[in-house]
Structure formats: C-alpha cells, structure tokens
C-alpha cells in the first residue's frame, strides 16, 4: 500500500493519473496538492472526491511549509510531480510564472522531500520522488533524424522546454548530491478527456463545436508525437514501480503526426459524428460548419509561432525493453474517446474556459488573417 502525493492533480494529466492510480489501486491513500491556476480545475476531480482514500488541498508547492506538513502526517512514501506551467505560447508571453512555478516550484518539492524524508527518517528506506517531465527538452528534429532517446543531449527552445529542463536537472542533482530516490519520465504531447482547450486537440475540437476557426501555426508541417494520456498514467506506473533510482524513461507510442493532418483527422472525424447523430445539431445549434458537413471551412492560417520547434519525436524502447511498456490504445480509439467525451461534456469545457483565458487567447489571435 502506498500513500501518493500527486501535484497538480487538478491539471490534466494529474487529474487522468489520479483516476486511474484510484481505479487500479484503491487501497493506496491518494493527496492532491494544486494551486487550482487557470488549468487546474475540482471538476476534473469530481468522480474521485467521496474516494475514502481520497483528499485534495488547496496550496502552491512553492509553500515549502505545506509541502514538508503533507509530506509527514499523511506519511507520504511517493511523490508524484505533474504540477507546472505547461502552455509553450503563455511561456512566450510571460515566462516568470514558469520559472518560479517549474523551476522553484520543483526545487521547493525537493527541499521538503529531503528535509522530510532524508533528516527526519519519515520513510527514509521507501520513499520515491517521481518527477513528470517532456520530451521538449530535447529541442527540435529535423525530418530525417532519430527520435529522442534518453541520451540525446538536451536543448529547449521555448521558456516552457526551458524551465522543465532546469527541474529535470536539478531533480537529478538531488539524487546524486544527497541520495534522494528520484526518477524522471519524459513524455510527448498527450491527449484526451480534460485537456484544456487551449491546446491543439481540445482547441479544434471546442472551436468547431463554436463555430470558431481553427488557427494553424506557420505551415502546418510540424510533427507532433501523441499519446493518450491514460497510456502516459500507465507508463508512470511503471517507472514508479519497476524504474531504477536515478534513471530517466521516455515514454511515447511512436505516432508521429502533422499539425496540418490532425486538423483535418478532426475535422472529419467531427463531420462523420454530427452526420450519425442528427441530435447534435440540436445540442450545438452555433456549430453550423460541421453541421454542413464542413468543419474544414474552419481552418486558418495564423502567424507561426516563435522559435516552433519543428519535430518531436520520442524512441520508447528503454520503457518498452526495461519496464515492458506498451501504450493500450490506438490513436484511432483514443481520437474517438476524446472526441465524444468533448461532445458529452461540454458543462466541463465550457465552464473552464472563464473571462481570463477567453481574453488571452482573444489577444493570442488578434494577429489572425
Ligand atoms: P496542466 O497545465 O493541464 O496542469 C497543471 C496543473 O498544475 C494545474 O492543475 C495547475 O493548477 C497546477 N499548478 C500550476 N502551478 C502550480 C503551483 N505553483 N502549485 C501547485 N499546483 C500548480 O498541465 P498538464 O498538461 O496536465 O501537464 C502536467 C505535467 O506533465 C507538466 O509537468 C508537464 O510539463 C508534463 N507534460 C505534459 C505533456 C502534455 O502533452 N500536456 C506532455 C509531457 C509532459
Ligand atoms: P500544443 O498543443 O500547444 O502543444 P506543444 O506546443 O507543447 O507541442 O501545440 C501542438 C502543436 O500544434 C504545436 O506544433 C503548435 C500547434 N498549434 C497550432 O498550430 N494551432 C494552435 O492553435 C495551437 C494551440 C497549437
């Protein structure tokens, strides 16, 4: 039996793994600590709350105080760290919050854990600090190289990949300098239920149920590697549990795409859906393109982005050969769920896209043709 401290737990990834780790493991004591930023939200939480094993705080994890507190009276034995700033545009445009959130924010996790667990001895023997990084650190690919692996040297472009990359080291140092049981896993982008809809696949998806366009950065041409994010759950699982100390994994599922092809994938998978179910067109009465059969009318070209990393890609075979990692669900299956769950819960979509984010992202496309 476990006791889990999962940041940012209220984030879309966190909250995805604390539904499946309470799922699979419903002994284990489940803590959530989340500042409930913009892109944190209790409604993803909702079907976990009456979990008897269950509790969520409130709090920031720069509060280092809070964190050594949680830490020793709920006798954490793991921590799961998924909580940051994770928007590569926001990073563009402010990136202070990225730094003191993922870099002092993860060095503020690592000073309770050491004091807690190290000094005081509170699970001295047993204790693992799991720390939830990207695959962006490793820069950019160019069409014809190999994907990432574990030694490809690190090289962010973005404040986003930049400030990930400072926590991913300074994790490690943590192992090496004071013995801290650390691991690392580096993901490609995920997707599926709760993702907020300022990132790509939730964006188009939300848009075209608004009738809104679907801008596209630069060409279109830049390759994405996605993954459900329940197989990235399933991944961390196994790091948690079969990972050696120190060790970093990448986890991905070889499933490179265009942004160009996703927005098309979508854009037809949601006219075929509308077409099957004539109801949907009483539900969303604004979404008149897909209606039509024309989702595609959508589609803008908009100003790219800077320094856009062209390719990501991820080489899984350390976590497919050493944990026998292997992602469940097909980017055909996973598309679906997701497309139909953003169809199902439009209470959640549109109640987490409040006045703050509905302005930025109003400024963010002020530069549209
Ligand atoms: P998200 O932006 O959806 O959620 C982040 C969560 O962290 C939110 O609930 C937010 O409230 C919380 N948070 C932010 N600042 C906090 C603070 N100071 N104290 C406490 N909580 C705070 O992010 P996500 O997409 O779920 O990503 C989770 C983690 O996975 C991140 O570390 C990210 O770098 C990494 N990752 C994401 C992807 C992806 O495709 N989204 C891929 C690989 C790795
Ligand atoms: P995003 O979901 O922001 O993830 P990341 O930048 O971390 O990979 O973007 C995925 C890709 O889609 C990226 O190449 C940027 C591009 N993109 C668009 O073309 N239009 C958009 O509106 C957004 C949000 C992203």
């Known amino acids: 039996m476990k ?61 280092t105080d809070l964190v050594e507190t949680l830490l020793r009276e709920h006798r954490i034995d ?29 060095h503020s996790l690592l000073k309770a854990a050491k004091k807690v667990w190290l000094e005081e001895g509170v ?22 190289e190999p994907a990432f692996s574990e ?7 973005s404040p986003y990949s930049a400030s990930k990359a400072a926590s991913d080291h300074l994790v490690r140092a943590y192992h090496h300098t004071y013995g801290l049981k ?3 896993s580096n993901c490609s982008n995920n997707y599926g239920p709760y993702h907020f809809p300022e990132k790509l696949i939730p964006l188009l998806i939300t848009n075209i149920l608004q009738d809104k366009p679907l801008p596209i950065y630069g060409d279109g041409q830049q390759i994405r590697d996605w993954l459900y994010v329940e197989d990235h759950a399933r991944g961390i699982d196994l790091v948690i549990r079969k990972g050696e100390l120190g060790e ?53 070209f908009v100003d790219d982005r800077a320094a856009h990393d062209r390719r990501y890609a991820i080489d899984p075979r350390k976590s497919n050969s050493q944990l026998g990692y292997q992602p469940q669900e097909s980017f055909e299956t996973g598309i679906r769920k997701t497309l139909l769950w953003y169809l199902e819960n439009e209470d959640w979509w549109s109640s987490v896209m409040d006045g703050s984010y509905r302005q930025w992202i109003e400024q963010q496309y002020s530069t549209a043709e």
């Open 3 to 63: 006791n889990l401290l999962v940041t940012g737990g209220a984030g879309f990834i966190g909250a995805n793994f604390v539904h499946y780790w309470i799922e699979n493991y419903p002994q284990d004591t489940v803590i959530v600590l989340d500042a409930l930023t913009y892109a944190g939200n209790l409604k993803s939480l909702n079907s976990v709350k009456d979990c008897p094993n269950f509790q969520f705080y409130q709090g920031d994890i720069c509060d």
């Open 78 to 106: 793991t921590l799961v760290h998924f909580a940051a700033e994770s928007h590569v545009d926001r990073s563009i445009s402010g990136p202070d919050v990225f730094i003191q959130t993922n870099i002092i924010g993860t």
């Open 123 to 144: 699970n001295r023997e047993i204790h693992r600090f799991h720390h939830v990084s990207t695959d962006e650190v490793y820069g950019t690919l160019e069409a014809e």
């Open 151 to 157: 030694a490809t040297p690190y090289a962010p472009n």
């Open 182 to 184: 650390v691991t690392t």
């Open 248 to 300: 970093c994994y990448n986890i991905g599922g070889i499933n490179e795409w265009t942004n160009i092809n996703i927005v098309k994938m979508i854009c037809e998978l949601m006219n075929r859906e509308f077409e099957a179910q004539p109801i949907l067109a009483n539900r969303y009465p604004q979404a008149t393109s897909v209606i039509a059969g024309k989702a595609q009318d959508l589609i803008i």
